[in-house]
């Protein structure tokens, strides 16, 4: 089974490196395709250098501007050949060791998609207010699709190929998570959770997601529980 990995990456000078570099040392057969969405610090040229020392496994693509994760998440699936995908944020929050536990329901043949929840899993201690916002999420996802999620806003979603090129995808921003939650609910696609490792980090080292965001969650859940 080949995995295709899409990272999408805005102004990760400090961390870029060292996740590619765990990103490469799964064991699994991987195509690794990293989006640059406009970065403006000393990321593209990191970037360009681990290209080119990893031709057959790293496809590189450029956004001349920031753009936003969901439109980078598309830009990465037009270039995807491998069986499943998963997404991985450019910072050290998620493990590329936790891929083995994503993939073994789909490669058990008893899923179609499989969320790393954070709050099963090892997690770093942080903020109470983004605990309560992620926790309001699920509940709004739980509610409107009538599942029993732990964590919708996770990055970790891994899904078949075939079922996430079936879907039309909107989003540019990180209103990508609820959009692909709410669409692959809606197919009936078989999901399931397992535990993942989170090291979270705060503003200071470089986290982006803020209130707003969590509005737009909102509106994306509730848009799409009735149109597509």
Not at 209 to 214: E, K, P, S
Request: with cysteine.
């Amino acid at each position: 089974m080949e995995l295709s990995i899409i990272m999408p990456v805005y102004n990760e000078e400090d961390t870029v490196e060292e996740i590619v570099k765990r990103v490469l040392a799964e064991e699994h057969q991987k195509q690794l395709i990293i989006v640059d969405d406009g970065s403006t610090d000393g990321t593209p040229e990191i970037l360009r250098r681990l290209a080119e020392q990893h031709p057959g496994t790293i496809s590189l693509v450029i956004h001349t501007e920031n753009r936003g994760k969901g439109a980078a998440v598309r830009t990465g699936l037009k270039r995807v050949t491998g069986d499943v995908v998963i997404t991985q944020d450019a910072d050290l929050e998620y493990d590329p060791a936790d891929y083995e536990v994503l993939l073994d329901p789909i490669e058990e043949g008893i899923a179609d998609v499989v969320y790393g929840s954070r709050f099963l899993g090892v997690h770093r201690v942080l903020f109470f207010w983004h605990y309560l916002g992620n926790r309001f999420l699920t509940f709004l996802t739980n509610l409107l699709y009538n599942v029993n999620l732990t964590d919708m806003e996770t990055c970790y979603k891994a899904i078949r190929t075939s079922l996430l090129k079936e879907i039309t995808l909107r989003s540019n921003r990180f209103d990508i998570e609820p959009e692909i939650t709410a669409k692959v609910l809606k197919r009936g696609a078989r999901l399931y959770e397992v535990p993942i490792k989170y090291a979270g980090r705060t503003y200071s080292e470089g986290k982006k997601i803020g209130w707003r965001d969590g509005l737009q969650a909102i509106w994306t859940l509730l848009k799409y529980r009735f149109t597509d």
